[in-house]
């Protein structure tokens, strides 16, 4: 049996992650910031199913979560927990404070969550997939703005791709995937596709995921993205 470790696991695309790994048959570690929104997670009642509060922010609960899992292999690791921050995020409206917010949990977090887990994942020779956003890559940058979260999914794309060449020796894997616009909180109505199309296709890039595709940045239906 096969053992991930899903972050923000409650709700939208992690969620329907750890809904299609369960259906899969692997053994789930689902994780979620808060004890009071994890219902849609406990409706699904699954002996596959294990479920953790972590905070990816937190190192306390990062600690928890090594001792939770006791040495044990993991084969994936999906860091999915994100945050956007205020819709406006155009010139003259950025604050210090909120800028830092973002990048402790879209950045730090994800290098933080790596460091935590390179043991688990190097016994079973996994790969570690970073949800990042194609709104990261300065290549793609035509419309401007969006300062905060533009920068915060640039930069864990950088740690990405430090983490893939740094981890190659101990035969991990390490991906940033965007996941398409998609129907969730964070996405909005409006947004493309729906969650169920994403996940799809994230899963099957990861499930066909080459060692030569390591380091790099890739869409949900398996496209490279120029960083
Ligand atoms: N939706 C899109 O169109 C889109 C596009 C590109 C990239 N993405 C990326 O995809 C990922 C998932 O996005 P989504 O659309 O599913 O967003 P969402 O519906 O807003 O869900 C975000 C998830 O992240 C969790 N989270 C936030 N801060 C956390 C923290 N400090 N510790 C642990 N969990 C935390 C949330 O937990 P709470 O419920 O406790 O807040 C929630 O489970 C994010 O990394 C996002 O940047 C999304």
């Not at 048959?25 to 009071?36: E, F, S």
């Not at 990861?206 to 595709?213: E, G, K, M, P």
Request: aromatic residues 6%.
């Amino acid at each position: 049996m096969q053992h991930i470790l899903i972050t923000g696991a409650n709700r939208g695309i992690g969620l329907q992650l750890t809904k299609h790994y369960l259906q899969a048959g692997w053994q789930v570690i689902a994780t979620y910031r808060n004890a009071y929104d994890n219902d849609a997670l406990q409706a699904l009642e699954c002996p596959q199913l294990a479920m953790l509060q972590v905070d990816v922010g937190s190192d306390e609960d990062l600690r928890n979560l090594a001792t939770h899992l006791h040495g044990r292999g993991l084969d994936l690791v999906i860091n999915n927990a994100g945050i956007y921050g205020p819709r406006d995020q155009t010139l003259g409206t950025i604050d210090r404070q909120t800028w830092r917010q973002i990048l402790e949990v879209n950045t730090i977090s994800p290098l933080m969550l790596a460091q935590a887990l390179a043991d688990n994942l190097a016994q079973n020779q996994g790969t570690l997939a970073i949800i990042s956003s194609r709104v990261g890559s300065i290549d793609d940058n035509s419309g401007g703005a969006g300062y905060m979260y533009r920068s915060s999914k640039t930069a864990v794309n950088q740690v990405t791709k430090s983490l893939s060449i740094d981890l190659a020796p101990r035969h991990i894997k390490v991906v940033a995937l965007h996941p398409g616009w998609v129907q969730t909180d964070m996405g909005g109505p409006n947004a493309l596709i729906t969650v169920t199309e994403s996940v799809a296709g994230l899963t099957n890039v990861i499930a066909n995921l080459t060692s030569a595709q390591s380091g790099q940045f890739i869409n949900y239906d398996g496209d490279g993205i120029n960083w």
